[in-house]
Antibody
Framework: EVQLVESGGGLVKPGGSLRLSCATS????????MNWVRQAPGKGLEWVGR??????????DYAAPVKGRFTISRDDSKNAVFLQMNSLKTEDTAVYYC???????????WGQGTLVTVSS | SSELTQPPSVSVSPGQTARITCSGD??????GYWYQQKPGQAPVLVIY???ERPSGIPERFSGSRSGTTVTLTISGVQAEDEADYYC???????????FGGGTKLTVL
C-alpha cells in the first residue's frame, strides 16, 4: 500500500523558515517524481514544485510564487522528500501536500497534508 | 496562457449525469487530469491522460476532450460523488503543472 505522510507544519512568523518532510512507503521511491502541492484555506490547489528521480536527471522545478524562497530535496536512502521554505509570507499559509507523479500519469498518490500558518 | 477555467459549481439530482468542463489554451497540446476532493481530505486522481481511469475508480467516471476543452462526466451520480473537482494540465512547454480553479458538485 502506498503511503505518504507529511510533517513539519506549524505556525511561523512572516520572514521565518520551516522545513516540511514527506515520508513514503509502498513504492519504489528512487524512481518516483515527487511534488509539493498546496491549498490555501477555502481555495483551490496550487502546484509548488517537483523533483524528478535521479535516473532521469533529478531536475527540480518551482512555481513562480515560490522560486528563490523554497527548496525541494530528496533522500532516496530514507524514501523521503523535503520542502525547505524560507522568507515565508502570509500568502504561503496553506495545507501542503506531497504527491507522487505529476508527469504523464498525473498526481497519482497524495499524503494527508500538513498545515502551514504564516502569521504575526 | 496556461490558465484552466472551470465553472464554480454544478448541481445535479441523484441518478442524473454531471458534466464538468475545463478550458485552456494549452489543452490541445497537453493531457488533462481530474481530481476529486471531499471536505477535509486529500485529492484523489479520477481521470488521467484525458480518458484513462485509475484502478479503483468507478466506471461512472469518464473523461473526454474536444479542442481546448476537457470534460469530466459522472454518469448516474450518487450522493457520495458530492465533492470539489479540479482539472489539471500543464503549460504549453509541458514543464509546469497547472490546476483549474475547481468545481463544486452538489447532488440535490
Amino acid at each position: 500500500e502506498v503511503q505518504l505522510v507529511e510533517s513539519g507544519g506549524g505556525l511561523v512568523k512572516p520572514g521565518g523558515s520551516l522545513r516540511l518532510s514527506c515520508a513514503t512507503s509502498g513504492f519504489t521511491f528512487s524512481n518516483a517524481w515527487m511534488n509539493w502541492v498546496r491549498q490555501a484555506p477555502g481555495k483551490g490547489l496550487e502546484w509548488v514544485g517537483r523533483i524528478k528521480s535521479k535516473p532521469v536527471g533529478g531536475a527540480i522545478d518551482y512555481a513562480a510564487p515560490v522560486k528563490g524562497r523554497f527548496t525541494i530535496s530528496r533522500d532516496d536512502s530514507k524514501n523521503a522528500v523535503f520542502l525547505q521554505m524560507n522568507s515565508l509570507k502570509t500568502e504561503d499559509t496553506a495545507v501542503y501536500y506531497c504527491s507522487t507523479g505529476g508527469g504523464i500519469v498525473g498526481f497519482d498518490f497524495w499524503g494527508q497534508g500538513t498545515l502551514v500558518t504564516v502569521s504575526s | 496562457s496556461s490558465e484552466l477555467t472551470q465553472p464554480p459549481s454544478v448541481s445535479v439530482s441523484p441518478g442524473q449525469t454531471a458534466r464538468i468542463t475545463c478550458s485552456g489554451d494549452a489543452l490541445p497540446k497537453q493531457y488533462g487530469y481530474w481530481y476529486q476532493q471531499k471536505p477535509g481530505q486529500a485529492p484523489v486522481l479520477v481521470i488521467y491522460k484525458d480518458t484513462e481511469r485509475p484502478s479503483g475508480i468507478p466506471e461512472r467516471f469518464s473523461g473526454s476532450r474536444s479542442g481546448t476543452t476537457v470534460t469530466l462526466t459522472i454518469s448516474g451520480v450518487q450522493a457520495e460523488d458530492e465533492a470539489d473537482y479540479y482539472c489539471q494540465s500543464a503549460d504549453t512547454s509541458g514543464t509546469y503543472p497547472v490546476f483549474g480553479g475547481g468545481t463544486k458538485l452538489t447532488v440535490l
